[in-house]
């Protein structure tokens, strides 16, 4: 049982800090449950965020417990100001309870290691959409909510009608809240599941694939929801508390000022290779001037001056064609494009103290 939902709250778009606890559970104390691949997600969801420039704090199976999640919410309500950023990701297993609110028929959810049922009676050790929005409200940083699981439709107020699991009466309650400058996307409807492979849950893997921070959130959405549709009965779901909230671009939400767009990858859109390829890469931006240097690790492979680019898909695409030989091992298969005013080649040798605007992975195989 799977979802994944994101509930973004905003105030302005001026980024100090960013932090990201990430938590994955494939597995539960006493309790046997289908196994998941939470540890591609966390593992891939991490990269995603290290690239972003969010410091990831990860808890895995036996160290998700009820009681180390609440630490590290606990935490960010006092180590975090108002312009900084808060993202906290969960991949697992989701369902929903019998609510404790007269206007909520059940509760959501997520299934942690410390989790404790007696028959269909949940007893301890879950985390809860009213204890989520708690911590959400306490926090004074702006949020990201980022959930894989299942049954996540109206997460965002537990307006659902699914049947669940009972609620044990060991259970805290806590009062629901409803934050308004707040985004929720989650992977399906109420009545559906969140499909999970050996490559990690789908959601997440299309979200991570199709991933432009330039494009609206309604419009990044719509792709990945058709994305999925191809092939599984599985809808994300998208609420805002405001309209023009879909019309921001996660680069605006992640403290990215939107003149400097850059986007670096292949030549051919690959991310894997065979021993001896040649490789190309393009970097693609709106920037009229500068000084682009690409890296293989801390390795210099080339550098171009954004002038000389040709256009590239309606924006400047500096091509650095089969600059690279696909070897294997690579010590670091990090490419890394750095951005100076000028072409001082006294510096570029530190890569430290580069500016890295963009930055991918690449596999070799063979």
């Known amino acids: 049982m799977r979802i994944l939902i994101s509930i973004l709250l905003l105030f302005n778009l001026a980024v100090a800090k960013k932090l990201a606890l990430i938590v994955g559970v494939a597995e539960n104390v006493g309790i046997k449950l289908k196994a998941l691949h939470s540890d591609v997600d966390l593992a891939n969801m991490k990269r995603f965020l290290e690239s972003h420039n969010f410091e990831v704090k990860i808890l895995q199976n036996k160290r998700a417990t009820l009681l180390n999640v609440r630490k590290e919410f606990k935490k960010a309500t006092k180590g975090l100001r108002s312009d900084d950023l808060f993202l906290f990701y969960y991949t697992g297993h989701g369902d929903t309870m019998e609510g404790i609110n007269k206007n909520e028929a059940e509760d959501n959810f997520l299934a942690l290691y410390s989790m404790q049922l007696n028959g269909r009676e949940v007893v301890a ?35 659902g009608d699914v049947n669940g699991f009972k609620r044990g009466s060991r259970l805290k309650k806590f009062k629901s809240y409803s934050p308004s400058n707040y985004i929720s996307i989650s992977s399906s409807q109420d009545d559906q599941t969140s499909i999970d492979t050996q490559d990690g849950g789908v959601f997440t893997t299309s979200f991570l694939k199709l991933f432009d921070k330039n494009r609206s959130i309604k419009s990044l959405m719509s792709k990945v929801t058709n994305d999925i549709l191809k092939n599984r009965r599985q809808k994300a779901n998208l609420y805002t508390s405001s309209k023009n909230l879909q019309n921001m671009t996660f680069g605006e939400l992640f403290g990215y000022k939107p003149n400097l767009y850059f986007k670096l990858d292949t030549m051919t859109g690959k991310r894997n290779y065979q021993n001896g390829e040649t490789i190309g890469f393009v970097v693609k931006t709106k920037m009229k001037s500068g000084i682009l240097y690409l890296y293989s690790g801390d390795e210099l492979l080339d550098k171009m001056d954004i002038k000389d680019c040709p256009k590239y898909q309606g924006v400047k695409g500096c091509q650095f064609k089969d600059i690279l030989t696909a070897s294997s091992p690579l010590t670091d298969n990090k490419i890394k494009a750095v951005l100076r005013k000028n072409g001082d080649a006294k510096d570029i040798k530190i890569i430290s103290k580069q500016k890295i605007i963009a930055q991918m992975r690449i596999n070799i195989r063979g």
């Open 125 to 159: 050790g879950v985390l809860s959409d009213n204890e989520i929005s708690f911590w959400m409200n306490k926090i004074v940083a702006k949020k990201i909510l980022f959930v894989d699981a299942c049954h996540s439709g109206t997460i965002y107020k537990s307006l």
